[in-house]
């Protein structure tokens, strides 16, 4: 075989390999994906849809190699097999067809060995960053993730492929067959959305065969459901997660969950706890999916009725996304707050509360492989993010270090302080903790006083500016003192992530057009006309148009509509995505009309 001919057949190889990677993957992405996205939304198996277009891409991208690696393997094994070297056979009748069947399943059995335990190999510290990291780019897999390999593990992909040929006699029809299987197996583990119908797995025999939600699982949790095809070798080797059953069946109760008319659901509440420093902890027992899939950071909105009136408040989430079937909020009383003073005064365990879905811009999400040093900061009750993104870090991203700044007035006010100093115990090496007190002379194991600017250049000189991520929480005054800080020592405004906890009224005052609006509100439609000066959803209320909102200065996106007509400019943003912007949503509280007319609905 002369190079050039060698390179011609590389060239085919990869465009067969290809081609069959076209033919199955992007029909399955148009369908799933963008054409019957909102019809086939019902099996998501992951509700909060983390994949976007940089993942697609990245995806791709390793497909192409991957598949560059397959083709050299299939032309080095065909060279090999011309020259006698194999024990391939064409002629249907040179084996018996029982061993024709035989040999498949075979096949299978062990390809699916091989995958189990070179896939495990290659989640170990040691190995993983060289073979695997590529392919959990994709938390949230689409189909582009089923062959978005680095070259380093398509090789080993490609491993017995290549190998059994040598050691088995094989049909060619059923090397086909076998990568037509694993193909499409491969593709379905990945396409994201659940097409294995209810009771696949509990049904005999068949819940041997890996659904969907068993390879989405290890995306999303990493450490386990390694299989490939079945599931034998996680039951037997006890790394299958212990709730995927129930996560799998859930999928097909999301149609039987009720949903108020504004879209929310109701939690019933199991438990309530008291906390340090007037807080309590509300748990919620056997929530839905999409309660568990959250990202560490985010928060909810409770709807409550307080004699007669209708109000609206939103709280950060303090539980541990992806760790139990349950869901808490921890709540401090403030004083004169209608909905904190409510709920601990007359909230009971078995009650039943309206919330919206979990949302957000201020999360962060782990990457197993991630060497990160995340330095958290927190203020008060502005610690219950942060609660859950330490409790996420710890659990999901193992390699990397985090640094707490934790002020509170007195010791006595630190909530989950028995928590933070377990974690301290437990995680020596990966958890930094160190508490300011404002109001505690001699306070034992903590700093008299604020948070400062020095603190923080004490964390940039030790460790470097560019190796540090702030993520902050707390009263506004403190927040925004802090990010000044950080601005001037040099940390770059990509590094910093900051959640308003305690909420004052913007004071950005912007040219506002007196404007028609017409607002389909939950399919109902209302026009009314907004005031100079106003934004849309202060001139809505005042004609007792029913707009959603809660926090009223553009954090908690409750107030999210589309706007498919006029222009609007918005005082403030931190719930909307570019993305969401681009589609033309906007955040009704903080929109003040360009135009004359103005036409929004709910999304």
């Not at 108020?260 to 109701?266: A, C, F, Q, R």
């Amino acid at each position: 075989m002369t190079i050039t001919t060698f390179f011609e057949n590389i060239f085919a190889a990869f465009y067969e390999q290809f081609s069959w990677y076209a033919g199955f993957v992007f029909p399955f992405f148009i369908i799933f994906w963008i054409v019957g996205k909102k019809y086939f939304k019902k099996i998501r198996i992951q509700e909060t849809e983390r994949a976007n277009l940089h993942h697609f891409k990245h995806d791709l991208g390793f497909s192409t190699s991957t598949f560059l690696v397959f083709a050299l393997f299939d032309v080095c094994l065909l060279y090999l097999e011309n020259k006698g070297y194999t024990l391939l056979y064409f002629n249907l009748d040179d084996y018996s067809y029982l061993w024709l069947v035989l040999s498949f399943f075979i096949v299978l059995f062990i390809d699916d060995m091989f995958f189990y335990w070179s896939h495990r190999a290659m989640h170990l510290p040691r190995f993983y960053k060289f073979f695997h990291k590529v392919h959990h780019e994709s938390t949230d897999p689409s189909p582009f993730t089923a062959f978005a390999f680095h070259p380093s593990e398509a090789v080993i992909e490609q491993m017995m492929g290549f190998v059994l040929p040598f050691l088995l006699p094989l049909n060619f029809w059923v090397i086909i067959a076998w990568q037509i299987f694993s193909m499409l197996n491969n593709v379905m583990a990945h396409l994201g959305y659940e097409i294995y119908p209810k009771g696949w797995v509990k049904f005999p025999l068949l819940k041997y065969k890996v659904a969907s939600t068993h390879h989405n699982m290890h995306h999303q949790l990493f450490n386990g459901n390694y299989a490939l095809y079945f599931t034998w070798w996680d039951k037997w080797m006890g790394t299958e997660f212990k709730d995927y059953e129930t996560r799998h069946e859930q999928i097909f109760e999301r149609k039987h969950i009720k949903k108020s008319t504004e879209g929310l659901y109701m939690l019933t509440v199991s438990q309530i706890r008291q906390e340090a420093n007037e807080a309590f902890t509300i748990q919620f027992g056997n929530v839905p999916a999409i309660f568990r899939d959250f990202s560490a950071g985010q928060h909810i909105t409770i709807k409550v009725n307080i004699k007669g009136e209708t109000l609206y408040r939103t709280f950060s989430i303090s539980s541990i996304p992806n760790t139990d079937n349950s869901l808490t909020l921890t709540i401090k009383k403030i004083k004169g707050g209608k909905v904190t003073n409510f709920l601990a005064e007359n909230l009971n365990v078995g009650n039943s509360l309206e919330v919206t879905a979990p949302s957000g811009q201020f999360y962060l999400n782990p990457e197993p492989a991630n060497k990160k040093h995340y330095v958290l900061i927190a203020g008060g009750s502005g610690i219950t993010p942060i609660y859950s993104m330490i409790g996420t870090i710890l659990k999901f991203e193992p390699k990397s270090k985090i640094t707490l700044l934790y002020a509170n007035r007195t010791s006595n006010s630190i909530i989950f302080k028995e928590k933070i100093e377990q974690w301290t115990k437990e995680y020596p090496t990966q958890l930094e903790v160190k508490h300011f007190l404002s109001e505690e002379e001699n306070p034992q194991n903590a700093v008299k006083g604020y948070i400062t600017r020095i603190s923080l250049e004490e964390m940039v000189n030790n460790y470097g500016k560019n190796k540090l991520d702030f993520y902050l929480c707390g009263p506004e005054i403190m927040t925004n003192k802090l990010i000044h800080d950080l601005e001037y020592i040099g940390i770059s405004k990509n590094k910093i992530h900051r959640e308003l906890f305690l909420i004052t009224t913007p004071t950005q005052k912007n040219i506002s057009l007196k404007a028609q609006v017409t607002a389909n509100v939950f399919g109902k439609m209302y026009q009314f006309e907004t005031q100079e000066g106003k934004t849309i959803l202060q001139s809505g209320l005042e004609k007792n148009v029913p707009l959603p909102f809660s926090c009223q200065s553009g954090l908690c996106g409750m107030c999210k509509m589309k706007c498919t007509n006029g222009k609007v400019l918005m005082n403030s943003n931190q719930a909307l995505t570019e993305k969401d912007i681009t589609d033309g949503y906007i955040l009704t509280c903080q929109s003040l009309p360009q135009t004359q007319t103005v036409t929004i609905k709910n999304s």
